[in-house]
C-alpha cells in the first residue's frame, strides 16, 4: 500500500537538530497555545509510521486522534481527493448541491445503527457536530436541557466547552458557558465509590434518578454520551448502562445523541461502538476517522428528528466540502473492502493481551481497558487507586525517545490511549508494544 517502508528507525535523537531548527519557526510564528504531543515536525507519513525531516521513522500509536484509521494517504482516499480537486473544490453544498455530499449521507444512513429511516448533515469538526445535534434536539422537542457526563469530552466551541467535564486545559479562563447543561456521574467502574461490581449494580439507577429529580424529565432535550470515553481516559461504562440510558430516553421523549468522534468508523472492531450492546441512537455525532484526514463531521439520525428544523435553520459555508466528500468515500470503501473492522478486532487481541501481561508484572498499572484498537493503560501509585501522572509523563517521553509516538488521556493525566493506524503490520504494532512495556519496566 504505502510506498513508507514499515519500520522502527532512529538515525538522530527524538527530536533531530533539523527538527529542532524548524521548531524554533514554529514557536515563532504559531500561537504558544497550541499542545504538541511529539517535538518532530512531520515530512512523510503511511501505515504504520511518521516520518520526521531528520530521517526518524516513528511508530504511530496515535494515528492523528484517530483520524487516520485507514492509514495516511490511504489508496482510494488520495484516488477519490486528485479527481475531486480536478474537477471543482466548492460550490457551497446550501447554494449548489453536488453528489459527493449526497452519497456520503446515504452511506452514513446505512453505515449507522438502526434500520428505521435516517436522515445527515455534514459540517466540518466535531465540536460543530455536536453543537448541530443539540441544536436540532432543542429544535426538535422544544426543551432545553441537556445531560452530559463526568470525565467527557465533547470539543472546544463555547457549547461544547460547556458540556466538557475538564477545566484545564480545555475551559480555563474562557467562561462564561452556555446555560442548561447539566453534568452527571459517569459509571466509571474503576473509581466509583464501592468499586466495579457497585458501579455495575447501582450507576444506572441513581444517574436516572438524579436526572429526574435534578432536571425534570419533561426539560431535558438531550442525553449525550461517548460510548467508550476518548479524552477522559477509554472510560468503559458497565454492560447495560447505555442501553438503560437509550431506553429511559425513548420512554421520556428525549434525543438520545452518542458521541462516536472517537470511537467511530472501526476503531473499537465494530463500525460504531454502540453496536456493541446494540445501542440505536435516535442521532449519532461523527467526525475524526471519517475522511482518512481531511476535515468532515456529520450528524446522522432519525429522519423526523433531522427534518424537524426549519428550512436553511442548519448549514455552513464549508460543510461537507466536495474533497472531504470524495476522502470519506474512499474511506468507507477502504473500511469495507478491507475489512477494517476485523483487522481492529485483531489488533485489540494483540494489544489486550500485552497490556493485560504488563497489568500482571507492574503494579503501576491500576486498570488496562478499551476495546479493539481503542485500549489505555491507566497509571496508579502502586497499592491503591491514586492517579499518577508522572508514570504516564515517564511511559510517554520513554517511548517517544525510542521512536514511539504514544497520546495521554485521562481527567487525572494519568492514562495513556493508545491508537494505532488500523492497517499498521501487526510486527510494528507489537515492536511498540515492546517499547511501552520496557517503558513500564522503568518506573
Ligand atoms: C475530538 C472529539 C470531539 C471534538 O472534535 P473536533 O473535531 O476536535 O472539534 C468531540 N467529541 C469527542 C468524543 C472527541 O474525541
Same mark, same amino acid.
Given at each position: 500500500?504505502?510506498?513508507?517502508?514499515?519500520?522502527?528507525?532512529?538515525?538522530?535523537?527524538?527530536?533531530?537538530?533539523?527538527?529542532?531548527?524548524?521548531?524554533?519557526?514554529?514557536?515563532?510564528?504559531?500561537?504558544?497555545?497550541?499542545?504538541?504531543?511529539?517535538?518532530?515536525?512531520?515530512?512523510?507519513?503511511?501505515?504504520?509510521?511518521?516520518?520526521?525531516?531528520?530521517?526518524?521513522?516513528?511508530?504511530?500509536?496515535?494515528?492523528?486522534?484517530?483520524?487516520?484509521?485507514?492509514?495516511?494517504?490511504?489508496?482510494?482516499?488520495?484516488?477519490?481527493?486528485?479527481?475531486?480537486?480536478?474537477?471543482?473544490?466548492?460550490?457551497?453544498?446550501?447554494?449548489?448541491?453536488?453528489?459527493?455530499?449526497?452519497?456520503?449521507?446515504?452511506?452514513?444512513?446505512?453505515?449507522?445503527?438502526?434500520?428505521?429511516?435516517?436522515?445527515?448533515?455534514?459540517?466540518?469538526?466535531?465540536?460543530?457536530?455536536?453543537?448541530?445535534?443539540?441544536?436540532?434536539?432543542?429544535?426538535?422537542?422544544?426543551?432545553?436541557?441537556?445531560?452530559?457526563?463526568?470525565?467527557?469530552?465533547?470539543?472546544?466551541?463555547?457549547?461544547?466547552?460547556?458540556?466538557?467535564?475538564?477545566?484545564?486545559?480545555?475551559?480555563?479562563?474562557?467562561?462564561?458557558?452556555?446555560?442548561?447543561?447539566?453534568?452527571?456521574?459517569?459509571?466509571?467502574?474503576?473509581?466509583?465509590?464501592?468499586?466495579?461490581?457497585?458501579?455495575?449494580?447501582?450507576?444506572?439507577?441513581?444517574?436516572?434518578?438524579?436526572?429526574?429529580?435534578?432536571?425534570?424529565?419533561?426539560?431535558?432535550?438531550?442525553?449525550?454520551?461517548?460510548?467508550?470515553?476518548?479524552?477522559?481516559?477509554?472510560?468503559?461504562?458497565?454492560?447495560?448502562?447505555?442501553?438503560?440510558?437509550?431506553?429511559?430516553?425513548?420512554?421520556?421523549?428525549?434525543?438520545?445523541?452518542?458521541?462516536?468522534?472517537?470511537? +467511530?468508523?472501526?476503531?473499537?472492531?465494530?463500525?460504531?461502538? %454502540?453496536?456493541?450492546? $446494540?445501542?440505536? *441512537?435516535?442521532?449519532? !455525532? @461523527? =467526525?475524526?476517522?471519517?475522511?482518512?484526514?481531511?476535515?468532515?463531521?456529520?450528524?446522522?439520525?432519525?429522519?423526523?428528528?433531522?427534518?424537524?428544523?426549519?428550512?436553511?435553520?442548519?448549514?455552513?459555508?464549508?460543510?461537507?466540502?466536495?474533497?472531504?466528500?470524495?476522502?470519506?468515500?474512499?474511506?468507507?470503501?477502504?473500511?469495507?473492502?478491507?475489512?477494517?473492522?476485523?483487522?481492529?478486532?485483531?489488533?485489540?487481541?494483540?494489544?489486550?493481551?500485552?497490556?493485560?501481561?504488563?497489568?500482571?508484572?507492574?503494579?503501576?498499572?491500576?486498570?488496562?481497558? +478499551?476495546?479493539?484498537?481503542?485500549?489505555?493503560?491507566?497509571? %496508579?501509585?502502586?497499592? $491503591?487507586?491514586? *492517579?499518577?501522572?508522572? !508514570? @504516564? =509523563?515517564?511511559?510517554?517521553?520513554?517511548?517517544?525517545?525510542?521512536?514511539?509516538?504514544?497520546?495521554?488521556?485521562?481527567?487525572?493525566?494519568?492514562?495513556?490511549?493508545?491508537?494505532?493506524?488500523?492497517?499498521?503490520?501487526?510486527?510494528?504494532?507489537?515492536?511498540?508494544?515492546?517499547?511501552?512495556?520496557?517503558?513500564?519496566?522503568?518506573?
Amino acid at each position: 500500500m504505502t510506498s513508507i517502508p514499515q519500520i522502527r528507525s532512529l538515525v538522530t535523537a527524538i527530536p533531530g537538530p533539523r527538527s529542532l531548527e524548524l521548531l524554533k519557526r514554529r514557536n515563532d510564528a504559531v500561537s504558544l497555545s497550541l499542545g504538541m504531543a511529539i517535538p518532530v515536525i512531520v515530512e512523510r507519513a503511511g501505515g504504520g509510521v511518521i516520518v520526521d525531516v531528520d530521517g526518524n521513522s516513528i511508530i504511530d500509536m496515535g494515528a492523528g486522534i484517530a483520524v487516520v484509521n485507514v492509514g495516511n494517504s490511504a489508496e482510494r482516499v488520495v484516488a477519490n481527493i486528485k479527481a475531486q480537486v480536478e474537477s471543482f473544490t466548492h460550490s457551497c453544498f446550501t447554494v449548489a448541491p453536488y453528489m459527493g455530499y449526497i452519497e456520503v449521507c446515504e452511506e452514513l444512513n446505512r453505515l449507522t445503527p438502526g434500520t428505521h429511516k435516517k436522515k445527515s448533515l455534514l459540517v466540518n469538526s466535531g465540536a460543530e457536530a455536536i453543537e448541530n445535534a443539540v441544536k436540532i434536539a432543542r429544535n426538535y422537542t422544544g426543551r432545553q436541557a441537556v445531560v452530559v457526563f463526568e470525565h467527557s469530552f465533547h470539543g472546544r466551541t463555547n457549547l461544547t466547552m460547556g458540556m466538557t467535564a475538564k477545566n484545564m486545559p480545555y475551559k480555563e479562563g474562557f467562561g462564561p458557558f452556555a446555560p442548561e447543561i447539566y453534568r452527571m456521574p459517569m459509571a466509571y467502574p474503576y473509581r466509583w465509590p464501592g468499586g466495579t461490581k457497585v458501579c455495575e449494580e447501582e450507576a444506572l439507577e441513581f444517574v436516572l434518578h438524579k436526572i429526574e429529580k435534578e432536571i425534570d424529565l419533561k426539560n431535558i432535550a438531550a442525553i449525550v454520551i461517548e460510548p467508550i470515553l476518548g479524552e477522559g481516559g477509554f472510560i468503559v461504562p458497565p454492560k447495560g448502562f447505555l442501553p438503560g440510558l437509550s431506553k429511559f430516553a425513548a420512554e421520556h421523549g428525549i434525543v438520545f445523541i452518542a458521541d462516536e468522534v472517537q470511537t +467511530g468508523f472501526a476503531r473499537t472492531g465494530q463500525m460504531f461502538a %454502540v453496536e456493541e450492546e $446494540g445501542v440505536v *441512537p435516535d442521532l449519532i !455525532a @461523527m =467526525a475524526k476517522g471519517i475522511a482518512g484526514g481531511l476535515p468532515l463531521a456529520a450528524v446522522t439520525g432519525r429522519a423526523e428528528i433531522m427534518d424537524a428544523v426549519h428550512g436553511s435553520g442548519l448549514g455552513g459555508t464549508y460543510g461537507g466540502n466536495p474533497i472531504s466528500c470524495a476522502a470519506a468515500l474512499g474511506t468507507f470503501a477502504t473500511i469495507a473492502e478491507d475489512d477494517l473492522c476485523k483487522r481492529a478486532q485483531e489488533m485489540g487481541v494483540i494489544i489486550s493481551d500485552a497490556l493485560n501481561a504488563m497489568k500482571a508484572k507492574y503494579q503501576v498499572v491500576g486498570e488496562v481497558r +478499551g476495546r479493539g484498537a481503542m485500549q489505555a493503560i491507566e497509571f %496508579v501509585i502502586p497499592g $491503591g487507586i491514586e *492517579p499518577n501522572a508522572s !508514570a @504516564m =509523563a515517564e511511559v510517554i517521553k520513554f517511548c517517544q525517545v525510542n521512536g514511539v509516538l504514544l497520546l495521554s488521556a485521562g481527567t487525572y493525566n494519568n492514562v495513556v490511549r493508545l491508537l494505532p493506524p488500523l492497517v499498521m503490520p501487526f510486527d510494528l504494532l507489537r515492536e511498540a508494544l515492546d517499547i511501552l512495556d520496557q517503558a513500564v519496566a522503568t518506573l
